[in-house]
């Protein structure tokens, strides 16, 4: 590793501030300016340099029969093209483009958490080992009647929907 990626991993941001940043981007319904559009792009841009590296590390440890390093590699070769897709033409254009590097971020955040075991409330996306009471969530989801299964705090109980 050489001395500027060893710097750029020290100040990364963390897991969460990367999926809550893409996941802000994904939530906006009007469009950017430019300005601020090439900025979104550079930070997601970094946030899946890092990530695709960190794990595709940690699935690469994994023996080769192991489906969620395999599925978490799929989404790796994935965030790689969506990375050397050119810039797109017109602002709405750019706008989908980035908002598919955004997607990417959330995808491999969420893969990153499920290889290094990390578990999140469906409710509000922060870890749930953080000393608050957790209850079992289950709820109908919009596949035929596919059940969407985790953990939530006892807090987040009713305050909206989950991110699944």
């Known amino acids: 590793m050489t001395a500027a990626q060893d710097q750029a991993q020290c100040h990364a941001p963390s897991v969460a501030t990367m999926r809550a940043a893409a996941a802000w981007f994904l939530d906006q319904r009007t469009l950017p300016r430019h300005e601020n559009l090439r900025l979104w792009s550079a930070d997601l841009t970094a946030f899946l340099e890092h990530l695709i590296h960190e794990t595709g590390l940690l699935a690469a440890g994994l023996p080769p029969y ?67 009471p957790v209850v079992p969530y289950e709820t109908e989801g919009p596949s035929g009647g596919a059940k969407a299964s985790g953990r939530i705090h006892a807090a987040c109980v009713g305050t909206g929907r989950p991110r699944r």
């Not at 395999?70 to 797109?88: H, W």
């Not at 590097?101 to 749930?128: E, F, I, N, Q, W």
């Open 66 to 132: 192991d489906v969620p390093g395999r599925v978490a590699m799929v989404c790796v070769d994935e965030a790689r093209l969506r990375l050397s897709m050119p810039e797109a033409a017109g602002l709405n254009g750019e706008t989908q483009r980035v908002r598919c590097l955004a997607r990417s971020v959330v995808a491999l955040c969420d893969h990153y958490d499920t290889l290094t075991g990390a578990r999140m409330c469906l409710a509000c996306d922060k870890p749930l080992d953080d000393g608050r």
